[in-house]
T-cell receptor
């Protein structure tokens, strides 16, 4: 069965610092996609970044980048130059076995302070 | 323009009532979903639906039923509401890619906070 694990329930960081959120998953599939979603206090779910498993290169979106280790089944999110607006809950997500929906991790609450 | 909209955003009701939450997407997507986010913020798929098939998470009580009048709408009907149904319900949509609806970004609605008293 597909599983997604986020082992850090909460993290805190100062503005301008760098923080890494961890995610591990389990699958027997070879080709798949991985996602990080952000849920700020407004509760809107927003896609942060997407990684294709067959690509060696780690995905990057401005201050957000991933460290994708396929063999280790690890998919961490690095946020550089943290901003107050990055305060949110971050979810790692992965397709279910049928590819019909996403399985979400339990989330990591990130607090950025000044 | 709102991509995925849900109404209402807040719903407070009594146990035993029947209620509906509406969802509309104007993105031209072919697949829509309902997710439930519980009090611990855990997000779980309830239904996924495209114009060919409805896939139901087997753990969802049959008091919950999705209804899709057309490709742009997927409404959620809940009968005989129970206290444990209190949660935030999210609608989402995406495009099929490679035969899998979970390969592309899912666009989420703003959520409906349901409170059952």
């Amino acid at each position: 069965a597909q599983t997604v694990t986020q082992s850090q329930p909460e993290m805190s960081v100062q503005e301008a610092e760098t923080v890494t959120l961890s995610c591990t998953y389990d699958t027997s599939e070879n080709n798949y996609y991985l996602f990080w979603y952000k849920q700020p206090p407004s509760r809107q779910m927003i896609l942060v970044i997407r990684q294709e498993a067959y690509k060696q290169q780690n995905a990057t979106e401005n201050r957000f980048s991933v460290n994708f280790q396929k063999a280790a089944k690890s998919f961490s999110l690095k946020i550089s130059d943290s901003q107050l607006g990055d305060t949110a809950m971050y979810f790692c997500a992965f397709p279910n076995q049928a590819g019909t929906a996403l399985i979400f991790g339990k989330g990591t609450t990130l607090s950025v302070s000044s | 323009d709102t991509a995925v909209s849900q109404t209402p955003k807040y719903l407070v009701t009594q146990m035993g009532n029947d209620k509906s939450i509406k969802c509309e997407q104007n993105l031209g997507h072919d697949t829509m979903y309902w997710y439930k986010q519980d009090s611990k913020k855990f997000l779980k798929i309830m239904f996924s639906y495209n114009n060919k098939e409805l896939i139901i998470n087997e753990t969802v009580p049959n008091r919950f039923s999705p209804k899709s009048p057309d490709k742009a709408h997927l409404n959620l009907h809940i009968n005989s509401l129970e206290l444990g149904d209190s949660a935030v319900y999210f609608c989402a949509s995406t495009l099929l890619a490679g035969g899998k609806s979970s390969y592309n970004e899912q666009f989420f609605g703003p959520g409906t906070r349901l409170t059952v008293l």
